[in-house]
C-alpha cells in the first residue's frame, strides 16, 4: 500500500507541533504508524516560523513548571523526596509524593514522575529540525546557524535527563517511526558520546549573546545560548569522568566575567542575575514569577495543622548544614511555626505573588554550578590547593555564603567530601543536583541506606520507564527497571 502525501496547509502543522509539545496523548516514541505523511518542510518557511518551533519546546519545558509531574523541572521535588532534600510534611496523603520519598515507585503509582513521554516528544521534535533545516534555503544563514545549535542543544538537554533518570534509554536520532518504535536501550556510555556530539555542534552553532524569539539581543537570559551548551557539556564532561574536558568547559564560562559573576544570595535568583546562564519563562496563566515560590513558600491557608500544610518541606537535617552566618540560609531557608513544630522551606525564589509584576524566572543554569564542577575536576586532576586548584574555587562560593576557606585540602577524598557537601548546600531543589551526585558518585546506598531504612535498595536509583512504553516498543519489551 502506497501512502499519500498530504501538504497540509502551514497552520495546521503549527498546530499539530504543538500538541506534540503540550500533551502526553501522542507520545512519539510509541505512536500509532500515521495515516499520512506530512511536508514538514512548511513550517520552516520563514525564520519566524521556524524560530517557533524551538520556542515552543522552552514554552513546553516550562508549561505547569515543579508542579507537573511530566516536567523536568519538577525533579526540584520528585528528586528532592528521593534523595535526601525533602521530607512530607505530616499527614500528606499524596500517593506519588509518597512513592519518591519512600523510593517504592511502581508502574501503577498515581502521580509519580513520567518524564520519559515529554523528554521523547522534544526529541522528535529537535530530529526534524535537525532534518529539515540543513538544505533549507528560506531561512537567513545567522538564525538557520542558532536554530540548529537550539535543535542539538535540547536533543542533548533532554538525553541528559532521560539517562541519568532511567539509565539505558533507546537513541532516536530519526523521526522515522518504523526505527524509532522498536529501538531497544542503548547503553548509557553510548547516549553520553552523543551528548557531547550534540553540545560540541550547538556550542559551535549559537551565538554567544542572548537574543528574543526575533533573533535581537536582549537582556533577558531566557533562550539558551552558546555558553549555555558549554555549561551542560561541562557537567556532562564531568559525569563522564573527563575531567580535564570538564575543567577547560567551565573555564571558558567562568573567565567571561563581564557576562557571567557570582552575585551575592539576596540577588542569585532575581531575572537580573549575572549568575544565570539559562533561565525559562513562566508560561502559566496564573503564575506570573516561578511555580517554585509558589510550590514551597508556605501561604496563610498552609498554616494549620493538622487540616493544612504544604506537601513538602526542607530536609531539618540540610538546613542544620548550613552555619547560622551562611547567607544561604539566611536568604535561601525560610521557617514556620505550626502548632510548636518549625519547618523549613526553600525560599531561593521569593515572589510568589501571582498578580506581581515579573522579578524572577526559573534558573535551568547558573555559574555557581561551573565553579564546583571546575573545583571537582581539579580534585580528581589532583589539583587540591593552591592557585588554579580546587580549594581556590571552592572558595569562591563559600566567600560568596560569608563563610571561611575550606580546610579540606589535605587529599582527594577529604576534598571531595567538602565538594560534595558544597554542592549538596548551594544547589538544593534545583533540577535534581543531589540525586543524580549521589548516583553518579556512588554514595547513594552509603548516604540514603541508614536515612531510608527498609524502604532503601540499590535498584532504587533508577525511575521505572512508564508500562505503556514498555508495552508498545517491542524493542524495550522486556527490559524494564527493577522494582
Known amino acids: 500500500m502506497i501512502m499519500k502525501t498530504i501538504l497540509y496547509p502551514k497552520a495546521i502543522i503549527c498546530l499539530l507541533l504543538n500538541l506534540i509539545v503540550f500533551t502526553g496523548c501522542k507520545k512519539l516514541t510509541t505512536v500509532d504508524a500515521p495515516i499520512t505523511s506530512t511536508n514538514d518542510k512548511t513550517v520552516f518557511a520563514s525564520d519566524a516560523d521556524a524560530t517557533s518551533v524551538l520556542t515552543n519546546l522552552y514554552i513546553g519545558l516550562s508549561q505547569g513548571g515543579i508542579r507537573a509531574s511530566d516536567n523536568l523541572m519538577s525533579l526540584s521535588v520528585f528528586g528532592g523526596l528521593s534523595a535526601d532534600e525533602l521530607i512530607l510534611f505530616p499527614g500528606q496523603t499524596d500517593r506519588g509524593y509518597e512513592a519518591h520519598y519512600e523510593n517504592?515507585?511502581?508502574?501503577?503509582?498515581?502521580?509519580?514522575?513520567?518524564?520519559?513521554?515529554?523528554?521523547?516528544?522534544?526529541?522528535?521534535?529537535?530530529?526534524?529540525?535537525?532534518?529539515?533545516?540543513?538544505?533549507?534555503?528560506?531561512?537567513?544563514?545567522?538564525?538557520?546557524?542558532?536554530?540548529?545549535?537550539?535543535?542539538?542543544?535540547?536533543?542533548?538537554?533532554?538525553?541528559?535527563?532521560?539517562?541519568?533518570?532511567?539509565?539505558?534509554?533507546?537513541?532516536?536520532?530519526?523521526?522515522?517511526?518504523?526505527?524509532?518504535?522498536?529501538?531497544?536501550?542503548?547503553?548509557?556510555?553510548?547516549?553520553?558520546?552523543?551528548?557531547?556530539?550534540?553540545?560540541?555542534?550547538?556550542?559551535?552553532?549559537?551565538?554567544?549573546?542572548?537574543?528574543?524569539?526575533?533573533?535581537?539581543?536582549?537582556?533577558?537570559?531566557?533562550?539558551?545560548?552558546?555558553?549555555?551548551?558549554?555549561?551542560?557539556?561541562?557537567?556532562a564532561y564531568l559525569y563522564m569522568g573527563r575531567y580535564s574536558e570538564a575543567e577547560a568547559q567551565a573555564n571558558e564560562i567562568i573567565s567571561n566575567n563581564s557576562v557571567y559573576q557570582l552575585e551575592d544570595a539576596p540577588y542569585a535568583f532575581i531575572k537580573e542575575s549575572k549568575e544565570i546562564i539559562w533561565s525559562i519563562q513562566s508560561v502559566s496563566t496564573d503564575i506570573t514569577n516561578t511555580t517554585d515560590a509558589n510550590f514551597f513558600i508556605p501561604d496563610e491557608a498552609d498554616l494549620s495543622f493538622p487540616e493544612g500544610g504544604f506537601p513538602v518541606t526542607l530536609d531539618p537535617e540540610l538546613a542544620d548544614k548550613l552555619q547560622p552566618v551562611d547567607k544561604r540560609r539566611i536568604n535561601w531557608i525560610g521557617n514556620v511555626d505550626i502548632a510548636g513544630t518549625n519547618f523549613y522551606y526553600p525560599k531561593k525564589y521569593k515572589n510568589d505573588v501571582t498578580t506581581s509584576e515579573v522579578t524572577e524566572q526559573t534558573i535551568v543554569f547558573r555559574l555557581a554550578e561551573q565553579y564546583l564542577i571546575r573545583a571537582e575536576a581539579r580534585a580528581k586532576q589532583g589539583r587540591l590547593s593552591g592557585a588554579n586548584s580546587a580549594e581556590s574555587d571552592l572558595n569562591e562560593i563559600r566567600t560568596r555564603a560569608g563563610l571561611p576557606g575550606t580546610t579540606a585540602t589535605g587529599n582527594e577524598a577529604a576534598m571531595m567530601d567538602a565538594i560534595l557537601t558544597e554542592r549538596q548546600v548551594e544547589l538544593f531543589t534545583e533540577w535534581g543536583h543531589r540525586w543524580f551526585d549521589l548516583k553518579r558518585l556512588g554514595n547513594a546506598?552509603?548516604?540514603?541506606?541508614?536515612?531510608?531504612?527498609?524502604?532503601?535498595?540499590?535498584?532504587?536509583?533508577?525511575?521505572?520507564?512508564?508500562?505503556?512504553?514498555?508495552?508498545?516498543?517491542?524493542?524495550?519489551?522486556?527490559?524494564q527497571n527493577p522494582q
Open 445 to 479: 546506598d552509603a548516604i540514603l541506606g541508614p536515612i531510608k531504612g527498609s524502604n532503601w535498595q540499590t535498584t532504587d536509583q533508577l525511575y521505572l520507564i512508564p508500562q505503556e512504553e514498555i508495552d508498545a516498543n517491542p524493542g524495550i519489551r522486556g527490559h
Open 104 to 235: 517504592n515507585l511502581s508502574v501503577t503509582t498515581p502521580g509519580a514522575a513520567n518524564y520519559w513521554s515529554k523528554c521523547y516528544n522534544a526529541i522528535y521534535v529537535t530530529n526534524m529540525v535537525l532534518e529539515q533545516l540543513p538544505d533549507n534555503n528560506l531561512l537567513s544563514p545567522a538564525v538557520k546557524s542558532q536554530l540548529l545549535g537550539e535543535a542539538y542543544f535540547m536533543r542533548a538537554f533532554n538525553y541528559f535527563y532521560l539517562i541519568n533518570i532511567y539509565g539505558d534509554v533507546p537513541l532516536n536520532l530519526t523521526t522515522d517511526y518504523e526505527k524509532n518504535r522498536v529501538r531497544p536501550r542503548t547503553p548509557k556510555a553510548d547516549v553520553y558520546e552523543q551528548i557531547v556530539s550534540d553540545l560540541t555542534m550547538a556550542e559551535n552553532l549559537m551565538r554567544p549573546d542572548y537574543i528574543n524569539s526575533k533573533h535581537l539581543s536582549t537582556s533577558e537570559r531566557t533562550r539558551p545560548n552558546r555558553y549555555a551548551a558549554i555549561a551542560l557539556l561541562s557537567r
